[in-house]
Structure formats: C-alpha cells, structure tokens
C-alpha cells in the first residue's frame, strides 16, 4: 500500500477515531463507496460544489450520476502534483471492526467530520 501517515487519533469510550492520509487512491475510492448521505453532504459542502457550478451543471439528488459527479470532484480536489494525490479517510473502530466513514481530500474537512463523531 503506498505511504501513509496517522494525522488523528482520538479514544472515545470503547471506540477510536483515526484520520490516516494516504496516496492509495483505491483505498480512498472504498472509502467513499461506505460513506453514508450525511457523509457525502459534509464532503459537498466541504467542496464548495454549489458555488463552484451553475445549477443546471450539477446532477439532482436523485440522479444515478451524482455519486459519480461527487466522486470525481474528491478526486480532482486531491491532486497534490501531476498525478499525485492525497486522501483524508477517517475510520471508526471498535473492538477488532474498523468502519470507513469519510473520505476528504483536505485536512480541515476530515478533522470536522472526525470531530464532529
């Protein structure tokens, strides 16, 4: 797996709350494919996606091309340098399970989300 590093690390009660960075762009892709709807509006937001298209640009909730859509803004927004980019994946374990949650292209976005659970 290519290079990653612990950024967070937080205990809360019987589960534990990582933020790992990593340049393994399948690992983020799993990551993104477990994100939940509340997820996948908090990496929206974090985006800017509404300010940064016209409306008719943008697929509706409801469009089978919208996780898609998403999906490609996370990849292009993790562009480091040519074709380097990095991903934020932030995980919950508890016990010996260990549940992606969200995946980021930026630190400030994963660390709110981290945060935020």
Not at 70 to 77: I, M, N, Q, V
Request: aromatic fraction near 10%; charged fraction near 30%; proline fraction near 6%.
């Amino acid at each position: 797996m290519p290079q990653q590093a612990l950024f967070l690390e937080k205990e809360i009660g019987d589960r534990r709350i990582e933020v790992l960075k990593t340049y393994d762009q399948h690992f983020a892709r799993d990551a993104f494919d477990g994100m939940d709807e509340s997820a996948q509006t908090h990496l929206w937001q974090s985006l800017g996606i509404d300010a940064s298209y016209d409306p008719e640009e943008i697929p509706v909730p409801t469009s089978p091309n919208r996780n898609d859509f998403l999906c490609d803004e996370l990849s292009e927004a993790a562009r480091e340098d040519g074709n380097k980019k990095s991903f934020f994946v932030v995980s919950e374990k508890t016990g010996r399970k260990s549940t992606n949650l969200y995946v980021s292209p930026d630190w400030p976005s994963a660390e709110a989300f981290a945060n935020a659970r």
